[in-house]
């Protein structure tokens, strides 16, 4: 697979009810009106196979689900993701690398099971991780609805935060740069502000401001 290095992927992952989809739109809207070429995308992505998963996912589990999650990021990759960040776009997708690392070993896969079906793909050049109290989570998902199987246990969002909170380790030693911010303190757009100030202007890697991490309670590099 081609991996053109011009344009930049960016990633934010959390707890479900944990403002991700807000905090992307507001970071695309952020970056565009600075006159950067942005694209939104989410994983499972739009197509057939994402679509299926969406609709399936109370009925796949374990190492069946992580599979067909795999299949659809190297497909996501090479159709939608890289051929943007070759052209010079910014790609920003709503769960990535971070979710399957979290989601799926908390339905009983082993992590280095997921490593190993991930070797290989694109790494984002700054991986947002999104965390909140699990209180604050289980209340917002008690307001809009249990969405899925995973969300519809009670103690599914405390192991859930822990979990990602673990994963922030896990992707700094692979080499990516990561922000975590609280949403349970910062609206989406302010935290929007803080994740482009990390994003220089113009084409390349990006690198969170070590001053910015650490304010927003992640662990030192």
């Known amino acids: 697979m081609t991996t053109g290095r011009r344009g930049r992927l960016i990633t934010v992952d959390g707890p479900g009810g944990v403002g991700k989809s807000t905090t992307v739109a507001a970071l695309v809207h952020k970056l565009a009106d600075r006159g950067e070429q942005v694209h ?114 009670p103690d599914f969002p405390a192991r859930e935060s822990a979990l990602y909170a673990e994963v922030v380790a896990i992707l700094r030693g692979m080499g990516v740069p990561v922000i975590v911010a609280d949403t349970s303190t910062a609206p989406a757009g302010v935290i929007a502000e803080q994740i482009a100030a990390c994003v220089p202007a113009g084409l390349g890697s990006v690198a969170p401001d070590p001053e910015s991490a650490r304010t927003q309670g992640a662990p030192p590099s």
């Not at 067909?68 to 920003?92: C, F, K, M, N, W």
């Not at 082993?110 to 989570?137: F, K």
């Open 40 to 153: 939104a995308t989410a994983e499972p992505s739009r197509s057939t196979l994402g679509q299926f998963i969406r609709e399936n996912a109370d009925d796949y589990s374990g190492a069946a689900l992580a599979c067909l999650v795999v299949a659809d990021r190297h497909h996501h990759l090479a159709h939608e993701v890289i051929p943007r960040l070759e052209s010079g776009i910014t790609v920003v997708s709503d769960r990535y690398l971070a979710s399957t690392l979290v989601v799926q070993a908390l339905d009983g896969v082993p992590q280095q099971y997921l490593l190993d079906l991930n070797a290989g793909i694109r790494m984002p050049d700054l991986a947002v991780i999104l965390n909140a109290d699990p209180h604050s989570i289980a209340a917002r998902i008690a307001a809009r609805g249990a969405t899925h199987r995973f969300n519809r246990t």
